[in-house]
């Protein structure tokens, strides 16, 4: 059984889905296939949302007729025959329906909002269906929202997931070998619609690849696989071939918007190689993450934005393991995660995401000392194999940053990265700086 999730691009229009259509259906061996929104839609359904929280339904309207004449223009051009276009539309109304008549609710709550932002996908899956009926294949739908669950401290609940799941294709024609579901969406503990967070369709294909025991989870995208740097920012990048599941998660984790960070964890536990595609150049190898890794290389850097950097001195009171546990516990009571941390013998510093509550959080912290704050910071992490006993990586790093003033540096946490933190307004400086010294030999 191989997992293939297909992103927004991928099924951003009429073309797309037939495209994708065939890239499925050209070989017959068992297959889950996982679906996003089309391109722009999610967006717009939370602009829709958003709209509603204010109570302007008439902005709310506009923007629901707006995305109702796309999905009209898109599945006319997918379905030219009547019969097939009405069919589709039985489904599509459903959603369109429910969006108009959200305009008229008096109190929009945050399970509307959560509704409304699970239609893309489906409307992406009714699509689909509808397309392979009409092309002749046999496709089964598993609904999302029958089997993907998280539990009461909202992950998913992988037991729920794999018994529901597995039930529903036992209970599938025995010669449908191919299988539909919807990417991100999902049910809470308490049964009502929720998500996976944005971009969290591959994270719904990891998780059936999980439950599933698959043999392989394909992410199928706009790109050949994870570049050796933002392709957003760099010019020249190039795909890295192979990536072990620790590098891939750091740099998913710190910016390489290609894969969601919570993606590979499911894989990496149940050993499932995860492999990254190009919808569009299907015969490119792209990226395959596994267990296995290329040895001393530098593989690739991804930069994360919208930093805060908080530095406390310590007032000397406290001893420095009562201080290093208060400071860690009032960024548990915040429930903040910290991204990078460095210590010295009179503070520690720490970089998070930046929060609405840092006025309250800085208090805190001024009880245990001196405190400053850097903000639009970015940590730009270096991957690859970065063993310590490995000479000679950090230096080329630092030396690659030469002229960039470094704010903190982080190595020794893990095997495979070192991670600087740097002003936001240097951070293409960096990756430009990064590449020409760490991947001059690479360039196309
Ligand atoms: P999808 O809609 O298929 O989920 P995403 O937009 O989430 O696609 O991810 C693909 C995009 O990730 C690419 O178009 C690229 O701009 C961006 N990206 C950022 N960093 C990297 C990287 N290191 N390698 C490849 N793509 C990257
Ligand atoms: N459609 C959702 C989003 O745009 C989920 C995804 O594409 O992964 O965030
Ligand atoms: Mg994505």
Not at 65 to 89: I, R
Not at 98 to 120: H, I, P, W, Y
Not at 340 to 360: A, F, Q, R
Request: hydrophobic letters at 40%; glycine letters at 4%.
């Amino acid at each position: 059984m191989k997992i293939m999730k297909f992103g927004g691009t991928s099924v951003a229009s009429a073309e797309r889905i037939n495209h994708v259509a065939k890239l499925i259906t050209a070989t017959s061996e068992p297959k889950v296939i996982v679906l996003s929104a089309m391109a722009g839609t999610t967006n717009q359904l939370v602009d829709i949302a958003a709209e509603l929280v204010q109570r302007d339904s008439i902005v709310a309207k506009d923007l629901i007729e707006e995305l109702k004449e796309k999905y009209l223009m898109e599945t006319q051009k997918l379905f030219p025959k009547a019969e097939c276009f009405h069919a589709v539309w039985k489904k599509l109304d459903q959603t369109f329906f429910f969006l108009e008549n959200m305009c008229k609710v008096s109190n929009f709550t945050l399970f509307d909002e959560k509704r409304v932002l699970a239609q893309g996908e489906l409307m992406s899956v009714a699509m689909m269906l509808q397309h392979l009926e009409d092309l002749g294949h046999k496709a089964c739908w598993l609904p999302a929202l029958d089997y993907m669950r998280t539990d009461k401290k909202a992950e998913p609940d992988e037991t729920y997931i794999e018994l529901h799941l597995r039930r529903l294709m036992q209970r599938s024609p025995q010669d449908v070998q191919l299988f539909v579901t919807e990417g991100y969406i999902c049910k809470n503990a308490y049964g009502d619609i929720d998500n996976l967070q944005r971009g969290g369709s591959d994270y719904t294909a990891s998780l059936i690849g999980a439950a599933l025991k698959a043999e392989e989870i394909q992410i199928w995208t706009d790109i050949d696989g994870m570049h050796n740097n933002d392709p957003r920012v760099v010019e020249e990048t190039v795909p890295v071939r192979r990536l072990h599941f620790e590098e891939a998660a750091e740099l998913a984790y710190f910016g390489a918007k290609i894969l969601h960070p919570t993606c590979i964890q499911p894989a990496k536990k149940n050993n499932i190689p995860v492999r990254l595609l190009n919808t569009m150049e299907p015969d490119k190898p792209g990226t395959l993450i596994s267990n296995d890794t290329d040895k001393d290389q530098i593989k690739a850097v991804a930069a994360k934005d919208g930093l805060t950097m908080i530095k406390v001195k310590s007032s000397h009171m406290l001893v420095s393991w009562v201080f290093m546990r208060r400071l860690l516990q009032v960024f548990e009571h915040y429930q903040i995660s910290i991204d990078m941390i460095t210590s010295s013998e009179v503070g520690v510093s720490v970089c998070v995401e930046i929060w609405d509550e840092l006025p309250e959080l800085l208090a805190d912290l001024r009880k245990l000392g001196e405190v400053s704050v850097e903000e639009h910071m970015t940590i730009i992490c270096v991957v690859g194999d970065m063993e310590w006993e490995n000479v000679g990586f950090e230096t080329q790093v630092l030396e690659a940053l030469r002229d960039i003033p470094v704010r903190m540096i982080s190595y020794g946490a893990s095997d495979y990265n070192l991670s600087v933190l740097v002003r936001q307004s240097d951070k293409r400086n960096a990756l430009i700086s990064l590449s020409n010294h760490l991947f001059a030999s690479s360039k196309q």
